[in-house]
């Protein structure tokens, strides 16, 4: 099988190629870079199976040859991006989404959309179902990626139900692991980084605000169970073991062993107080949970960070 995974430079959208050539698949990533970084492929250029096209997927999506599924990744996901480039997050979201949809009903593949937990906004309910229809405010510094996120959920299912695409979409929860970008603002590098340099960590608010951290291996078990499932409607994947942001910035401290203090500030516009998955439909469709520990996948992160620092 061939399979094109948009956003294949970044973060998730990487280790995503990695795990579909262990599997044996074809993979084509296609990514502009925008935020996905070329290092992060870098050991596959070679790789008889692996290709890499540098195209920006929403102005089109040309792929030569047959294509048996599409994964589409492709999207600025970090808190800075949302003010750095609003625009380009929601031409992804809006035209990325269509070309990639058109590819696979050009090709006759099947299709998985990545989306978020961020669909929820700043949840009512906790934890978040899929029956769940969020809590976002359309018009705030956030809206650019929940909305996007929203619309290509939308135009996913419009495209199974009118076309008779056969589609899939992951909702993903806050993921984290080695390849993410230091400075790109989500919570985990940030802390990493400035506990590892002797820093002071930055809490918004009283950091009492929870999250879920799935760690990526265990996310892209989820995501390649997804795609081998006949399952159209979304599918929650994360880790339900909710923490608080400062109990986070404690763990990573002393994982560390940082002398690192904490910081407070302002919280920003719309940061959701809440985010935990309800992963039952996972569980009951794709027999999946998450295995592996925040404490586990905290140190394993450290070390990725601690060898792109130089730091012993």
Known sequence: MRVVVTGGAGFLGSHLCDRLLADGYQVVAADNLITGRKINISHNLEHKKFSYLHTDVSESIKIDGPVDFVMHLASPASPIDFERIPIQILKVGAMGTYNALNLAESKGAGFLLASTSEVYGDPLVNPQPESYWGNVNPIGIRGVYDEAKRFSEALTMAYNRKQGLDTRIIRIFNTYGPRMRPGDGRVAPSFITKALSGKPLVIFGKGQQTRSFCYYKDLLEGMIRLMASSEHQPVNIG???????????KTIIRLCNSKSEIIFQT???????????????????LDWEAKISLEEGMKQTIEYFKACSGIN
């Open 239 to 249: 880790n339900e073991n909710e923490i608080t942001i400062l109990e986070l910035a």
């Open 267 to 285: 919280l920003p516009e719309d940061d959701p107080q809440l985010r935990r998955p309800d992963t039952t439909r996972a569980r009951q469709i």
